[in-house]
């Protein structure tokens, strides 16, 4: 079952992909821009590329930073594809609290720096059916 979160909107679709300059001609040609931000989040071992899709939801496209972070991992076992959604929420740390009260397993004990500066945690795919769950807070201007 997957939770219950009122307060959010989808922030983005995550994709798992070798080469970050290769997969983006498939969004480009559907009519995505990509930034030209390309950014390393070491503590997850991953390079970003976001494109908008609209107002509030974007793509980022994962690619392996390091040998041994998690998308690496994740490719070497299922190869590129969709990877993780992520719902944008006003507390991670509240919903996160909610989620564990719900029965639901976190990756991360406490949130994580994520992509853009983002307080971020995962809800393990065994949780919610077989998708793995982002739940991140915008943190500054983002």
């Given at each position: ?29 559907l ?15 991953v ?82 059916g ?13």
């Amino acid at each position: 079952m997957i939770p219950d979160l009122n307060d959010s909107v989808l922030d983005h679709i995550a994709i798992a992909v070798n080469s970050i300059d290769v997969a983006k001609k498939t969004y480009e040609d559907l009519g995505f821009t990509f930034s030209e931000e390309r950014e390393v989040v070491k503590e997850q071992g991953v390079t970003t590329a976001f494109a908008k899709i609209d107002h509030t939801a974007n793509i980022e496209l994962l690619e392996p930073y390091g040998e041994n972070g998690p998308i690496h991992k994740y490719l070497d076992k299922k190869g590129p594809g969709v990877h993780h959604l992520c719902f944008r929420v006003d507390d991670v740390k509240e919903t996160c609290a909610d989620l564990k009260k719900k029965g639901y397993i976190l990756l991360n004990e406490e949130p994580v720096k994520g992509a853009h500066n983002c307080l971020v945690n995962f809800i393990h795919p065994k949780s919610t059916g077989g998708v793995l769950i982002e739940v991140s807070q915008a943190q500054g201007d983002h």
